[in-house]
């Protein structure tokens, strides 16, 4: 396996820190090869702006056509296009990062926003009566596999089927869903820790070793079996899951997931 | 009314930017005091880390912590207290954004980070058997109302019920639930504008009428109506929705709005 793990907190002695590194020496200690993208460490600029694009830049900026330009003339910023060289390096994206104010944290949402171009995170493909892009199971990056690694402030059952906070697995789907299988990546069920703050070192063995089982099945665990697009669950062009599809009365994020 | 517009968009030509700008003169124009925090053109620190925090910050970072000895000693960097005043100063909040990767832009995520510290935007309140702190309807910001008024690049039919995309509202729930009402303010329904990279100078005689009319009524318009945590809706503390609240067999995010 070729991993990259994509990080995103800014102490490095937290306990994403420390999951991120057992990722990495669990990893190599089986064979595979690593790539970390430590982004606080690497000062990642994280909002898109017109610099991103050099002279790919329009007078108006438009963030997706000129995103789009940039790619493919060659005129990304260094920093992006070596991670867009990354993912294409990889066949296994993790994403490490706290659940701050119910998604991942700014830095992390930049990363995504400034390497997922257009023509390389989205704007892919073609669309005709049978076919609305390459997304949603195809896209650059098909034929990877993807999992979120998060920890959370509230308890278990705060993200609960019933809790306050919603359902951990619904507030996840716009980044598996969105971001990660958009692009074609299948996207693995998360590895959630939560309490993270009231995590002691008396727990922390626990964790440890769910993290290392999830690590070293990576590439047997069956993924998330969201719906593909262009494979007859959705009408086009509106992009509704077609009568009969789901659970009857149903609605939501779930009804995107087969089975 | 005294209005706070927080926008996140890095073209002042773009339609978020127009919305912007109209909301400020129909606002004015009706008599209403405004203030803009125009995130790219504040250059707005998107990373929340230890420099936030001055004398503050432990050696250890904790984010939480952290920022509620900062906030508590005055500690904090002068944007961030700008915004905490400027919030305080607010009756009403607008987020103005575009929807990227199915949220909001990283450096508004970033403003929400830094700006909603520990005892200012979280950690508010006491903790007892029928009162889980100071969240999900009461807060710091509480009396305040906000509202979302954000455009999208897909179709309406995309953030439909059964839309590929998962209905708007619920992705807007984390935001809307989770960052607006959690300390506090009451959220009115959202302002979303769809298609807008296909938006016509014809179209958007339409777009404005409709976006004034809500600003105009902006005081008058029944907010969104979430559960409010500490008042017997939820068991305590596991947060969860008690049974016989909500429909019979749902989940998800929708338990959480009233009726």
């Known amino acids: 396996m070729k991993t990259l793990i994509v990080h995103a907190h800014p102490e490095p002695l937290s306990l994403n820190g420390t999951l991120k590194d057992l990722a990495v020496s669990t990893l190599e200690g089986a064979g595979h090869e690593v790539r970390v993208s430590d982004l606080y460490a690497m000062n990642w600029k994280a909002a898109v702006d017109a610099a991103d694009y050099g002279p790919a830049a329009s007078p108006r900026l438009n963030v997706a056509l000129d995103s789009g330009r940039a790619f493919d003339t060659g005129t990304l910023t260094a920093d992006v296009r070596a991670e867009q060289e990354k993912l294409l390096w990889a066949d296994t994206v993790i994403l490490q990062f706290p659940l701050w104010w119910f998604t991942m944290p700014a830095i992390l949402k930049g990363w ?148």
Not at 234 to 258: C, D, N, Q, T, W
């Open 112 to 259: 995504v926003e400034r390497v997922f171009t257009y023509h390389f995170g989205y704007g892919v493909g073609e669309h005709s009566d049978t076919h609305y892009g390459d997304r949603f199971g195809e896209g650059t990056l098909a034929g990877r596999r993807a999992m979120v690694s998060v920890t959370t402030g509230g308890g278990e059952s705060h993200f609960s089927a019933r809790g306050i906070n919603g359902p951990i697995d619904d507030l996840l789907f716009p980044i598996q869903h969105g971001i990660l299988y958009y692009p074609g990546m299948e996207v693995l069920p998360p590895f959630v820790v939560h309490r993270a703050d009231r995590l002691t070192e008396e727990d922390f063995p626990d964790v440890a070793k769910a993290w290392q089982e999830r690590l070293l099945t990576l590439e047997s665990t069956e993924p998330i079996p969201f719906r593909r697009q262009n494979f007859g669950d959705y009408e086009i062009p509106s992009m509704r899951l077609k009568e009969g599809l789901g659970a009857p009365g149903r609605s939501g994020f779930g009804l995107h997931v087969r089975g």
